[in-house]
C-alpha cells in the first residue's frame, strides 16, 4: 500500500502497519520500556503511547490523568514531580514479575526506540488552554530528529491545534469514538484539530469511511483490534494502521495476508 498522499514518509512503506497499543500491554507493564521493547520483538513496526506532563513539566508515559491504575500511587499525575513519579512502581499491577517497573519520561522512550519503532504520541490533554505538553512534546521530536516518525493523536483537537500552530510538518491523527461527548463531533473541531490523519475505533469504520478519508488524502489509523477475524476486516476495507494489544496476533494476520 502507498502512502495516501502519495509522499514519502517512513509511516508508510507499502503496507499495513502494526501499531502496538501501549506497547505489548498483555505480556508488559502498558506504557513501560518492556513493553515497548517486547513489541518490536513481537513484530509491531510501531508502538502507541500516552504523553503529559508532570507537576516539574516533563513529558511522562502514563495513560490515565491518575496514577491509581497501573501504579502504586494515588492523585493526579500533574501533582507529582518527575523524581516522585519516578519512585513509584508501574509493573507490580500486571504481574510481581515486573515490579520495580518504573514510568518512563517520553525522552527516554524517544532515546531507546526511536530509530527502532515508529510512534504515535497521543498527547493527553483535556485543556482548551495551553499546559505546555504539545511544545515540551515537539521540543523532544525536533531534538531527536523524528519528524518523520512520530505521529500526534488526541482527542482534544485544541491540543492537535497547538501542535499545528508549533510545527506543521508533524503529522496529526484525530482520534474519534461514538461516545465522544456530542460538541466534538462536530466538523467545526476536526478542521481545528488540522488532522492529516483519521483515527477512529475500528468498528465505527466502513469501507465508506476509508473511501472518504483517502479522498482527503489522509490515513485510517483504526484502534483498538485484537480479534484475528476483525483484523482481517480491518485489512479488506484498506485501513493504513492498525493498533493493537496483540502485536504478535496482527504481525500473524499480516503475514497471512500477503
Known amino acids: 500500500m502507498k502512502p495516501p498522499s502519495g509522499e ?4 508508510y512503506s507499502e503496507k499495513i502497519l502494526n501499531l502496538a497499543h501501549r506497547g505489548a500491554r498483555m505480556q508488559a ?8 521493547r517486547l513489541a518490536a520483538e513481537l513484530g509491531a513496526d510501531g508502538i502507541e503511547l500516552d504523553a503529559q506532563l508532570s507537576k516539574d513539566g516533563v513529558a511522562v508515559i502514563l495513560h490515565d490523568f ?7 500511587g494515588h492523585g493526579l499525575v500533574r501533582d507529582f514531580t518527575l523524581p516522585e513519579l519516578k ?41 482548551l488552554r495551553d499546559n505546555g505538553l504539545e511544545a515540551e512534546v515537539i521540543r523532544l521530536i525536533e531534538n531527536f530528529n523524528l519528524q518523520d516518525r512520530v505521529i500526534l493523536s488526541s482527542f482534544n483537537p485544541f491540543a492537535l491545534n497547538r501542535a499545528y500552530r508549533l510545527n506543521p510538518r508533524l503529522k496529526r491523527g484525530y482520534l474519534w469514538a461514538p461516545d465522544l461527548p456530542p460538541v466534538l463531533r462536530w466538523k467545526l473541531f476536526r478542521r481545528l484539530a488540522h488532522e492529516d490523519m483519521f483515527h477512529p475505533q475500528w468498528d465505527t469504520v466502513t469501507a465508506q469511511t476509508v473511501k472518504r478519508a483517502h479522498k482527503k488524502h489522509h490515513p485510517v489509523n483504526v484502534w483498538t483490534t485484537n480479534a484475528p477475524d476483525d483484523m482481517r476486516r480491518m485489512i ?13 496476533r496482527l504481525r500473524q494476520v499480516l503475514d497471512a495476508s500477503g
Open 8 to 11: 514519502t514518509n517512513l509511516f
Open 29 to 36: 507493564p502498558e506504557n513501560t520500556l518492556p513493553a515497548f
Open 66 to 72: 491518575t496514577l491509581d491504575k497501573t501504579t502504586n
Open 87 to 127: 519512585a513509584l512502581d508501574a509493573g507490580s499491577h500486571l504481574s510481581p514479575e515486573f515490579a520495580g517497573t518504573p514510568i518512563p519520561t517520553l525522552e527516554e522512550v524517544f532515546a531507546a526506540l526511536g530509530p527502532v519503532l515508529l510512534i504515535n504520541v497521543e498527547l493527553k490533554s483535556d485543556a
Open 236 to 248: 479488506a476495507l484498506g485501513v493504513d494502521a492498525i493498533m493493537t494489544d496483540y502485536p504478535d
